[in-house]
DNA sequence: AAGTTTCCTGAGAGTTATCTGAATATTTAT
DNA sequence: ATAAATATTCAGATAACTCTCAGGAAACTT
C-alpha cells in the first residue's frame, strides 16, 4: 500500500498532472510541484526516495536545485527530465549514482519503467527485473526477449508495446490506452499504428510460440494470456 | 551493508557532492567536509578508512593536513586531489604508502576504481582485482585486458570505457550515462564520441572473440553480455 | 447472404540512429 | 623541439526504424 515515495518537478501543469496519475497509478506515493524554490523544501519535508525533475524550470535549472539538494545532504536518486530539440542539451555532467535521464517527450510506460529500474538498483529491494508470461520472458535490465532460450530481437517501440502487454496479462488493452502508455505523449497520430505494431510483433514472436501469442478481442482490443492465474 | 568508511575533503560543494554521492552508490559509508580544520576533527572523530583530500583548501594545504593527521598517529591511507596545472613534483612527496593522487577534473568511475585499488592494497579484504566477463577479463592493477591469453593493447580511454561496461555486464547503459561516469566531470561535447569509443574498443577486441562483443541496443544504448548470469 | 465494420499486413516514403573514416587538436613521450 | 599517441569533432554512408496508407481478409450484424 504504501510505495516509495516520488517528487515530480515540472512547471507544465499538464505534464505534472499526467506524471502524477501515472506514477499514483503504479503503486507510489507522489507529490508534485512546479519551481525550483517548492522542490527544496518539499525534499526538506518529505524526504522522498526518487525525484523527477525536470532541467528546465522557471526559476532554477536542473543544475542549480540538483546542487542544493545534494548540499543539503539530499543523496536519493533523480530522474531528470530533458527536452530533446532544446538549444541547450547538453546537460551532461549531472547523473551520479544510479541517476538517470528521460528526454521529452517521453512515454509514460517508459517513465515508470526507468523510475523501477532506479529503485531496483538504489533501494536494494530484491525486486526482479525479468517479466513472465507464458512462454515469453522480458529482461528489462538488457533489454533481452526470450521463448525458450531463443532471442528476440525487436525495436525500441516493438520492446515498449511488449512490456506494456506483459504488464497487463489476462487484461484486454484498447488501442488508445496503448496509444497513451506506449507512445510518446505528444503523438497525434493515428491508432492504427497499434495494429502495425501488433503485426510486427506477432511476426517475430508467433515463429517460437505454441500458440498464437497476442489475441485480438475484436471492438476492444488486445491481450496477453498467461496460463497461470 | 554498511562498506569502509570514507572521509571526502574538498571546499567545492559541488565537487564535494558529486564525490558524495558517487561514492555512496559505490557501497561506501561517507562524510564529507570543507576545509582543513574539519577535518582533523572529523578523522579522530570517525577513524575513516581513507580520505579523499583536495590539496588547495581555504585554511591549510595538503602539507599541513596531511603532517597534522600522521602526527596525530592517523595512519589510513589518502587519495590527494590536485589541480593539473599545479606543480606535480609537491605532490609526490606526500604519495607515501598506500597514497595515491588524481588530477583534476577526473571522471567519477576513475575516482572510484583509485579508491577501491587502494583499499584492496591496505586493507587486505580479499577482494578481486581482475574483472571477467565472457570471454574478456581486465587486470586493474596492471592495467592490462586479455582475451585468452592475448593481450590488448588500450589506450586509457578506451580502457575506462570497457572498465565501465564491463562493470554493468547485461545492463544496457546510455550515451548519456557513459558520458557521465567515463568521462571528466566538465567536459561538455556531444555524446557521439562515446559512438568513436565504441568503434575502437570493437576494433581491437571483436578480432579474438568469438562473438561481437559491444551489444548495440538502437535508442537505448550499449550493452556487455556475460554468458553467464 | 449481403452489407458493414474492424482488423491484418505488405509496400513505401520519410526520418533517425549508428558506424566509421578522416581531419584537427591536444597531450605525452623522445 | 619534434615526433608519436591519443582525444575530439565532423560528415557521409548505411542500416534500422517509424509511420501512413490501402487493399483484402475476417468477423460481426441485419
Do not use: C
Request: charged residues 25%; without cysteine; glycine residues 6%.
Amino acid at each position: 500500500m504504501a510505495g516509495p515515495k516520488i517528487l515530480v518537478v515540472d512547471d507544465e501543469p499538464n505534464i505534472r498532472d499526467l506524471l502524477t496519475a501515472s506514477l499514483r497509478f503504479a503503486g507510489f506515493q507522489v507529490r508534485a510541484v512546479g519551481n525550483g524554490a517548492a522542490t527544496i523544501s518539499a525534499v526538506l519535508e518529505d524526504e522522498p526516495d526518487l525525484i523527477v525533475l525536470d532541467v528546465m524550470l522557471p526559476d532554477m535549472n536542473g543544475f542549480s536545485v540538483t546542487k542544493r539538494l545534494r548540499g543539503a545532504g539530499y543523496t536519493s536518486p533523480i530522474l531528470f527530465l530533458t527536452a530533446k530539440d532544446s538549444t541547450e542539451d547538453k546537460i551532461t555532467g549531472l547523473t551520479v549514482g544510479g541517476d538517470d535521464y528521460v528526454t521529452k517527450p517521453f512515454s509514460l510506460d517508459e517513465i515508470v519503467a526507468r523510475i523501477r529500474a532506479i529503485l531496483r538498483r538504489t533501494m536494494m529491494e530484491e525486486e526482479e527485473s525479468t517479466l513472465k508470461v507464458g512462454e515469453i520472458s522480458m529482461d528489462q535490465d538488457s533489454h533481452e526477449v526470450f521463448i525458450g532460450d531463443e532471442v528476440i530481437e525487436l525495436s525500441p517501440t516493438e520492446f515498449k508495446l511488449l512490456r506494456y502487454l506483459m504488464l497487463n496479462p489476462n487484461r484486454v488493452v484498447s488501442k488508445a490506452q496503448i496509444l497513451d502508455h506506449v507512445w510518446e505523449y505528444d503523438f497525434n497520430g493515428d491508432a492504427g499504428i497499434v495494429e502495425s505494431y501488433v503485426s510486427y510483433l506477432r511476426r517475430k514472436l508467433d515463429p517460437f510460440t505454441s500458440e498464437p501469442l497476442i489475441q485480438t478481442k475484436r471492438g476492444f482490443g488486445y491481450m496477453l494470456k498467461s496460463p497461470k492465474a
